[in-house]
């Protein structure tokens, strides 16, 4: 049951049904074709995992049911039983409501750590419903409700230049289908690589002008308006709308007005004011749908853990590079080979991680990014009940975890890819509230593999910013663009947000619903917000804590 703009099913003669909900180029012929002599339901899985796009498939054979999302993990699956019957959805919020579902406080606690580790990051907040980890399908109807894998990353590792014509192939793929099926369509411009490549894609493949959207900084340092400028100016097709300063709210303005329901506390929700400038304008365009960069960062950026993966059969090449880092981040020598050289597996990290929540927080880009992880923190404003509770949680998982890859690169790069779709999910969802859809074409899976099959020495690199990109794009955007050497950063805006708005923050903890819970200390929290440059502010994790405390408000 739904209501979807885009959806496509079909039924052939050997009693199998499929339905693809969501952002595909295959229409229902194109699919009865492609299912007519397929005869077990295990076939029709994989003959859609090789389909282009983005989307759900539910395929159904003589009664038993196959249900995923996407490999990336920007569309989910939830599961839970009502008496003998098993019910999916799409969003775990939905399944709650239906259920009546308890809130999990314990879970709800784990938010509030600056990140949360795998497995805990896929678990919903509500007693009852369980999470569909990205990558696997679920399996119900007439056997036994399960799980199993149906997508592993490539393990095809091409050259570069190989790969980034591939990957050039495959966005060019996921934007023109888009752009046809919507017709209408509009796109972000920040000046970054990301965008810029959408936007230039988008363009070429839209009959009519496309309207690019560009917020500028109140950071007078950050020359993202420049590049998006430049952009604006060298491809063709493109109507550049570039917001007023005045119409752009500040960093955390506005949180009392934001509007739900989404189905995880994750910080892209108080970003909503912001997120969201301009799109009535696009409307009033007739945009029906608008394309952003997101996901690029994720997929394109290589993780720098290949390099530790890579001192055993390439020493002299790894050692090279991590030296690099090192030289970029100020990093001792000590810290380095102790990371290096740790050899713990990865559930005795995350047991010894529990014991160290409440410890300071690790320098920003340290060397803990060739570990399992960045070791997560609690604030200082949290309730040693909370606290205890968190600790509790990693170690139950710890008893069995696992880490989502056979290598600390791998873990590493499903598990920023999957924070990424993530935080990006909640954000379709918020603009599917405000009547215009986004696309993240970065996102499909097809993209992913293309980025991901490339030879991992060649795409992680600290001596260039995404090279895999700028070799698929070149000309196709400016070649400036391609020699930029700056990124915009909006740690000003962020700031300014925080002093101006502190005195309506220190109302908002004064009715605080975590407060209520027993999670966190309310009148700590309003001492720190009235001092907008104290540390625990600047670096305390206020971000994951305000979401959780917005997003009770609004469930």
Request: glycine share 8%; hydrophobic share 40%.
């Amino acid at each position: 049951m739904g209501d979807w703009l885009t959806s496509v099913q079909a039924r052939n003669g050997h009693g199998l049904f499929v339905a693809l909900i969501g952002h595909t180029p295959v229409g229902q012929r194109e699919l009865e074709a492609h299912i007519a002599d397929v005869r077990d339901i295990d076939a029709l899985d994989r003959l859609t995992a090789r389909l282009p796009g983005d989307f759900h498939a539910v395929v159904e054979a003589h009664g038993e049911i196959h249900a995923r999302g996407t490999a990336g993990g920007l569309r989910r699956l939830f599961h839970a039983t009502v008496g003998e019957v098993t019910v999916s959805a799409n969003r775990a919020d939905t399944l709650a409501r239906l259920l009546d579902a308890p809130l999990d406080e314990d879970m709800l606690a784990l938010r509030l750590l600056d990140f949360v580790p795998h497995p805990l990051g896929d678990v919903p907040l509500w007693r009852g419903v369980h999470a569909v980890v990205p990558g696997d399908l679920l399996r119900f109807g007439r056997g036994r409700t399960g799980t199993v894998r149906w997508w592993e990353p490539p393990h095809t590792h091409v050259p570069l230049v190989e790969g980034a014509e591939a990957l050039r192939e495959a966005l060019d793929d996921a934007v023109r289908f888009r752009v046809a099926a919507a017709e209408t369509v509009s796109c972000d411009l920040s000046g970054g690589l990301d965008s810029t490549t959408i936007c230039a894609l988008a363009a070429r493949a839209s009959a009519e002008p496309l309207p690019a959207l560009t917020m500028p900084s109140r950071d007078i340092g950050d020359d993202d308006v420049h590049w998006a400028r430049l952009a604006a100016s060298e491809i063709d097709g493109l109507e550049h709308i570039l917001l007023d300063i005045d119409e752009i709210p500040l960093f955390y303005s506005g949180l009392l007005d934001v509007t739900g329901p989404v189905d995880e506390p994750l910080p892209t929700i108080i970003d909503q004011p912001r997120q969201l400038v301009g799109h009535d304008g696009l409307l009033a365009r007739g945009s029906r749908l608008h394309f952003t960069g997101m996901g690029g960062d994720h997929v394109l950026w290589g993780h720098p853990a290949h390099h530790r993966d890579l001192l055993t059969t390439r020493p002299l090449k790894a050692l090279r590079s991590i030296r690099g880092y090192r030289a970029q981040n100020r990093w001792s020598l000590r810290e380095t080979v102790s990371v290096l050289t740790d050899r713990r597996p990865y559930g005795q990290w995350l047991a010894d991680t529990a014991d160290r929540i409440t410890a300071p927080r690790p320098a920003p880009h340290s060397p803990d990014v060739f570990a399992w992880d960045i070791p997560p923190r609690l604030p200082t404003w949290v309730t040693p009940d909370a606290a205890d509770s968190v600790g509790r949680k990693l170690r139950e998982a710890a008893a069995t975890a696992e880490p989502r890859g056979a290598t600390h690169a791998l873990h590493n790069e499903l598990q920023t890819l999957h924070h990424g779709t993530r935080a990006t999910r909640v954000l379709h969802q918020v603009a599917e509230h405000s009547g215009l859809p986004l696309a993240s074409p970065f996102l499909d899976d097809r993209v992913i593999a293309a980025c991901w099959s490339v030879r991992s020495e060649e795409r992680t690199t600290p001596w260039e910013f995404k090279p895999l990109l700028k070799t698929a794009m070149r000309g196709h955007v400016p070649d400036a663009l391609l020699r930029r050497t700056t990124k915009g950063e909006a740690s000003v805006d962020a700031a300014n947000g925080l002093r101006e708005n502190r005195v309506r923050l220190a109302e908002l903890w004064r009715e605080s619903h975590l407060a209520k819970a027993g999670l966190v200390d309310a009148e700590r929290l309003v001492d720190i917000t009235l001092r907008p440059s104290s540390p625990e502010l600047r670096h305390g994790g206020i971000d994951a804590t305000l979401a959780c405390e917005i997003w009770l408000r609004t469930i």
